[in-house]
């Protein structure tokens, strides 16, 4: 591809590009925390995940600095109950601020703490879809993103999702103020990552590459983060599963990661993480899992729904290109792309929809429940109903 298929008039060129205020990305660092921190706040409320070592290197540098430090860890998926405890601690302990420091699920939960500190009233004043949506009446408080995956990207986003356990579903908390004021990025962090998560973390990173460059809300600046993205998860994926050690391939996955960031913040995303929101909300799943189960057939689906209603779409030559990307082959079609993903899915042992409890009587919720969503709306192509029920059908 010589990139000259899309003319101007065929992505956005007028739009807005919003990051974290200061990104640093690099082996060791962390080493750079201390100083940071140190002129953002004096006092610190840390969010881990559910291992107090992962954090023990932070904890460390903080105490080098004196600061007054208050962890928290993050079980699981944060809900929308945990981020109201966590509030209430960091205020108990007069928290001015907040380090997320783990995967998407402790950053996510830091961020919504970190709003939630700034403003006054319950978390569904500003929720989506199962809350008033309203917007934060003040900034949120300062925060810094470590993540020690190479996934979610959610260091350089501007919304936490958050479990519902009793609607049953995850939804947003969405804010520009949001984003973090430093996303620190250091690949070190991810060399101990088990197999299995660096395979789920791994493909939401490579989604999250590919469904915004394939959005009709695609950018210039976001089409860079994501054709870099897709690239380096495409290298350095396989060989990150199989050996953890190599060092070049977790760098590049950690740095797919951020590109993936950096895309869907300004691009959105599409039918794929519709549809996981509402999956992971209903079932115990790894987030990545359900993204990477559901790829090929929300790529099959789209590309089949473009051709039949919108065959002049330049998401058509958009698939086309990742399919080039994704091979290596320039002489590759979208069909050898889909091919491609499902190949990958099995090869890092990718399960169906079903392992997790998921059945067919639950088709008719899951795309009510996903039809909505924000993500939806940055699909290239808007699915039907039976379009959407078929792909879940597909992943199951």
């Known amino acids: 591809m010589d990139g000259t298929w899309w003319a101007s008039e065929s992505i956005a060129m007028t739009f807005e590009f919003a990051t974290a205020g200061h990104i640093l990305f690099g082996e060791g660092v962390l080493d750079r925390v201390g100083n940071l921190a140190a002129e953002l706040g004096k006092r610190v409320l840390v969010v881990g995940g559910g291992t107090r070592a992962r954090t023990e290197p932070l904890l460390a540098r903080l105490a080098d600095k004196e600061l007054p430090v208050y962890p928290i860890a993050v079980e699981g998926e944060p809900t929308v109950e945990l981020t109201l405890q966590g509030t209430d601690q960091a205020r108990a302990f007069d928290a ?61 986003t501007r919304n936490a999702v958050l479990a519902a356990p009793e609607q049953r579903v995850k939804v947003s908390l ?51 983060f994501c054709r ?117 899915g099995s090869e890092l042992a990718v399960p169906g929809l079903a392992s997790y409890g998921m059945n067919e009587t639950d088709l008719v919720d899951v795309v009510a429940k996903a039809m909505p969503s924000s993500s939806m709306k940055g699909n290239p192509i808007t699915l039907t109903e039976s379009e959407l029920t078929a792909v879940l059908a597909h992943a199951l």
């Open 174 to 224: 969405r804010h520009a103020s949001m984003l973090p004021r430093v996303a620190l990025v250091d690949p070190e962090l991810t060399y101990d990552m088990p197999r299995a998560v660096t395979a789920s973390t791994g493909l939401d990173a490579l989604t999250q590459c590919l469904e915004p460059f394939v959005s009709h809300l695609a950018t210039p600046l976001t089409d860079g």
């Open 228 to 344: 870099e993205g897709m690239r380096r998860a495409a290298c350095s994926l396989r060989r990150a599963f199989h050996d953890g050690s190599d060092a070049a391939a977790r760098r590049d996955m950690a740095l797919a990661s951020l590109c993936g960031g950096l895309a869907l913040a300004n691009a959105k995303l599409g039918a794929v993480h519709g549809f996981a929101g509402p999956v992971g909300g209903m079932f115990d799943a790894p987030h990545g899992a359900i993204c990477a189960r559901l790829l090929p057939y929300v790529m099959e689906a789209n590309v089949s729904a473009l051709k039949e209603r919108a065959p002049d779409s330049p998401g058509l030559e958009r698939y086309r290109e990742v399919a080039t990307i994704l091979t290596g082959d320039n002489g590759a079609e979208v069909s050898d792309g889909i091919a491609w993903i499902q190949a990958l």
């Open 96 to 156: 001015d601020l907040v380090i997320g420091m783990g995967g998407g699920s402790a950053m996510d939960a830091a961020k919504a703490i970190a709003a939630l500190l700034a403003n006054p009233g319950d978390p569904y004043d500003y929720l989506e879809v199962i809350g008033a949506g309203r917007p934060l009446a003040n900034p949120a408080a300062p925060l810094i993103a470590i993540p020690t995956t190479a996934g979610t990207g959610a260091e350089v």
